[in-house]
């Protein structure tokens, strides 16, 4: 799309947490992409939200942008326990939606919210914003192409700390607010990008508990054993208890080499000798502060996002390549509760 071509209208609904990076994003894109609307419950977050975009209004009723005609694109930062009714009526009105993460509680819902989306014609974006680092755009085209030869065995390790502060706003790690502990809430992120790097293991098994650390509902420590069709297998380590957070780390062992993606870096080591290194190795959202990193990966997805409206396509980033990773974490809860192995497959 060039920049000399309309101005897509969106509007901003749930003015939180996850705002920051989703501002920074949008005032940088400002040539392309205009806020018509922030839609919040409290007046106090959604003015705070306008004074960063002028020009938007501000309101507390989604119907103000459900009968905006000029708005043909919405991004949903709301908890995910509202993600279902907000998205299906956004998309019986026609907009697109770009939606911050999870898509829902559980894989369920979640298929009823992409069915809703196809169903009425409009593009569904996942904020999933891990894939779009360039790290992880190398990691994905390396596996792919072969290079590395056939996968061994691999893990994915998220060692993160939440201090129990975090977890005392209310409905915060509650099944009935988030749908989950750590792998839905934060892990999410990492899980997606392994599957979308490494693929679907054909078999799991898990173990999840809640440690002494949290007061909470939901899941703060979980450890898998994942198993692909070839015989490789893979661990699965996350928690939010281990102080005071470290890089979030994918490693991919295979006949030729192996890769590693840790905090935003690639290294990658051959049997033949050679090294490559990709991206910059930082620390992610792992620590005390969730929202410690740039908005760059944020604007990307963006950026795909207007021009997959323009362009009448997918988003990179689509609603139904998510499914995967909301499939495996309640596969993964299911294995804790019940103590069996289960069958997974694509």
Not at 263 to 283: E, I, K, S, T
Request: glycine residues 8%; aromatic residues 4%; hydrophobic residues 45%.
């Amino acid at each position: 799309m060039s920049h000399g071509a309309k101005k897509q209208r969106i509007a901003l609904i749930g003015a939180g947490m996850a705002v920051a990076p989703h501002l920074a994003s949008l005032q940088e894109l400002a040539a392309r992409v205009e806020v018509a609307w922030i839609v919040g419950r409290t007046p106090e977050r959604i003015g705070a939200a306008g004074r960063q975009l002028p020009g938007a209004k501000t309101t507390t009723r989604l119907d103000d942008v459900l009968a905006d005609t000029s708005v043909t694109a919405a991004f949903v930062l709301t908890p995910p326990n509202t993600h279902l009714d907000i998205v299906s009526r956004l998309a019986a009105a026609g907009k697109h939606v770009l939606l911050e993460k999870p898509i829902e509680l559980d894989s369920r819902r979640a298929e009823q919210l992409v069915a809703a989306c196809r169903a009425a014609g409009v593009r569904l974006g996942m904020m999933l914003q891990h894939r779009m680092r360039p790290a992880s755009i190398a990691m994905k085209q390396l596996v792919a192409s072969g290079a590395l030869g056939e996968m061994t065995c691999a893990s994915v390790d998220m060692r993160w700390w939440r201090a129990q502060s975090y977890y005392d706003q209310p409905g915060r790690g509650t099944r009935a607010r988030d749908g989950g502990g750590v792998l839905l809430t934060q892990g999410i992120h990492t899980l997606d990008n392994f599957l979308h790097i490494v693929g679907a293991p054909s078999d799991l098994v898990a173990f999840a508990n809640t440690s002494a650390i949290h007061r909470m509902e939901c899941e703060d420590v979980v450890a898998a054993a994942l198993r692909y069709a070839n015989g490789a297998t893979a661990t699965l380590n996350a928690t939010v208890a281990a102080y005071p957070g470290f890089a979030e780390r994918i490693d991919y062992c295979a006949t030729l080499g192996t890769a590693t993606l840790a905090g935003g870096q690639l290294d990658v080591h051959y049997l033949d000798g050679r090294n490559d290194r990709v991206g910059v190795a930082q620390m992610l959202g792992g620590g005390a502060d969730p929202m410690a990193f740039t908005h760059h990966a944020h604007m990307a997805v963006i950026a795909d996002f207007l021009d997959a409206i323009a362009s009448d396509r997918e988003p990179a980033i689509s609603g139904a390549s998510v499914l995967t990773v909301q499939r495996l974490i309640d596969a993964l809860l299911e294995s804790a509760a019940t103590r069996q192995v289960l069958s997974f497959g694509p």
